[in-house]
């Protein structure tokens, strides 16, 4: 089993940015991508970012490409989403989530775990 609990989700400003956090726990995530993924209402979730645990290896969907970046930190074991530009066609609940391998893991049904969401709106 793996939890995953996410932060930093917030009201922003076109042109603004934000950081999301996932902290994750439990089993070892060493043949696992972690990724982030964003549902609007009334639209199905969508794949954002995500990166190999283990290699580093990031993956980014076309319509974030230049302005977000996935990272991890080992020790903390917590992915992060800096999300710069942000767009209101980004605003979103966003989740993360652990795969299954790291093979297509930009599909959403190679995860397994997911954590709870956090709102982001992007709004003057």
């Known amino acids: 089993q793996v939890q995953l609990v996410e932060s930093g989700g917030g009201l922003v400003q076109p042109g603004g940015s934000l950081r999301l956090s996932c902290a994750a726990s439990g089993r070892t995530l060493s043949n696992s991508a972690l990724g982030w993924f964003r549902q609007a209402p009334g639209k199905e979730r969508e794949f954002v970012a995500a990166?190999?645990?283990?290699?580093?290896?990031?993956y980014y969907a076309d319509s974030v490409k230049g302005r977000f970046t996935i990272s991890r930190d080992h020790a903390k074991n917590t992915v992060y989403l800096q999300m710069n530009s942000l767009k209101p066609e980004d605003t979103a609940v966003y989740y993360c989530?652990?795969?299954?391998?790291?093979?297509?893991?930009?599909?959403?049904?190679?995860?397994?775990?997911w954590g709870q969401g956090t709102q982001v709106t992007v709004s003057s």
């Open positions: 990166i190999t645990w283990s290699g580093g290896t990031t």
């Open positions: 989530a652990a795969s299954r391998g790291i093979v297509a893991v930009t599909t959403v049904a190679r995860y397994g775990y």
